[in-house]
């Protein structure tokens, strides 16, 4: 199916649009894939804790490590049928009204939206359907959780039913994010755990809540792996790695680590680290094993300590595609995409020749830090190589760049530090207000 948007059409989402319920045509062929591709990967019994007598409405918080996530979590529901919050790029590929009828809640990640709660909200109590939420917005780096958003809580109190949690190990090291396209054979397991009832909900407060379920979300496939001894011995197996670990843990280079077969590599000073069958890497020089979690946490505080000292800045050449809808990705050429302590812009280099005119964004996009608790990371999307992807809440801005200086998971760990150090705002609704800062700031 193509993705692209021959007519350039770029009228936005309808994000206020009502859900439906999930059809019930579609719902035991959803089932059946489900069961079948979860049994190919070698999930077994999914554990239920407190699930029992359990109905809906009620609400679902997910990890998300990677693809095999959606078709886990109908299997868990098994045999409700559900609603589930997704991005805009389910509905371009597979069609509106396809992943409509199939359950689909549409969001833009890490955008602010009212409509999305209130679509919850009717998918719950006017559909009667559980609604699945996958917090971390994105398939996970480096085998560990990623960024939790602090409204989970505030959320939960607000709509008050019951909340789950569904928690997945093994579904990264089956198909890690930096190499999609090799899948490898892992154990994958997975429990679906009745955290509050509603009158729990009702009297437990809101940080509370937001604590137990940040709980039990967090996970470390690597230590999974290691103490279930689970062997992946494939021969490309860190083919990728070089992507999450982009900063030489000896020599502190950046841009320079390179990986192929089972080795990762630094072409600045030559340390080599071999990636062993039960995920841990070997420093072939002295035989020391590197927990790699261990490293990707370094990189983080590598980078905000470089912001600290107000040395972080990114200026990268790019291309420009626009996804304002289901209908698919119009292109706007080449362009800058700078990212520093004031926030994010992004400039075409041909501002009045673009592919469309477009009225609903003005160009230069112009981001302040505090709106984006984080940002989208690719490192291979559509095999056009790594991807930033910025988003208002009419359009998502897909950045793609070759040259070493784009270095997607750097900008990922700088976003959410500059969210944080901003300051969280303490609602969704003034998220929502803090949001209008920023629109259309760029041309206006």
């Known amino acids: 199916m193509s993705l692209n948007n021959k007519k350039c059409d770029m009228t936005p989402f309808d994000m206020k649009r009502k859900p439906v319920k999930q059809n019930i045509i579609l719902t035991p062929l959803l089932w059946a894939a489900s069961y079948i591709l979860t049994r190919k990967q070698g999930l077994g019994k999914i554990e239920r804790t407190g699930m029992n007598g359990i109905r809906p409405p009620f609400l679902v918080f997910s990890t998300h490590q990677g693809f095999s996530d959606y078709y886990i979590a109908p299997r868990a529901l098994f045999p409700h049928r559900a609603n589930y919050i997704s991005d805009m790029e389910g509905f371009a590929a597979f069609g509106n009204e396809i992943y409509r009828q199939g359950g689909c809640i549409g969001k833009r990640r890490y955008v602010p939206d009212l409509s999305v709660i209130n679509n919850v909200k009717y998918a719950l109590f006017t559909l009667k359907q559980p609604v699945v939420i996958f917090p971390e917005s994105r398939h996970c780096d480096a085998g560990v959780t990623s960024e939790i958003p602090d409204n989970l809580g505030n959320i939960a109190k607000y709509l008050g039913v019951p909340v789950a949690v569904l928690s997945v190990h093994g579904s990264y090291l089956a198909n890690p994010f930096w190499d999609e396209g090799h899948e490898r054979r892992s154990r994958i397991s997975a429990r679906i755990e009745l955290l509050f009832t509603a009158e729990q909900i009702k009297d437990t407060p809101a940080e509370v809540i937001q604590s137990e379920i940040e709980k039990r979300l967090q996970y470390d496939e690597y230590r999974y792996q290691l103490e279930n001894r689970i062997i992946i011995d494939a021969p490309g197996r860190a083919e990728g790695l070089h992507l999450p670990l982009y900063k030489c843990i000896s020599c502190e280079a950046e841009g320079k680590m390179t990986s192929s077969g089972a080795v990762l590599k630094c072409t600045s000073c030559g340390s080599t680290w071999e990636l062993t069958e039960l995920g841990q890497l070997k420093d072939m020089e002295n035989g020391k094993l590197l ?67 477009i009225s609903l964004d003005s160009f230069p996009i112009i981001i302040k830090p505090h709106i984006l608790e984080s940002v989208q990371t690719e490192y291979n999307y559509r095999g056009r190589g790594k991807c930033i992807v910025i988003s208002t809440r009419n359009c998502c801005y897909y950045c793609y760049g070759k040259s070493p200086d784009l270095i997607v998971t750097k900008q990922e760990f700088a976003q959410e530090y500059f969210y944080r150090k901003a300051g969280k705002t303490e609602s969704y609704q003034e998220a929502v207000e803090v949001y209008e800062d920023y629109i259309n700031l760029g041309g206006d």
């Open 291 to 357: 927990h790699i979690p261990d490293w990707y946490r370094w990189e983080r505080k590598e980078t905000e300590k470089e912001i600290e000292e107000g040395r972080y800045s990114s200026d990268s050449k790019v291309m420009i595609e626009a996804l304002p809808n289901e209908k698919g990705f119009v292109s706007f050429g080449t362009g800058r995409l700078i990212h520093d302590s004031s926030g994010y812009r992004l400039i075409p280099d041909n501002m009045e020749q673009t592919a469309v005119k």
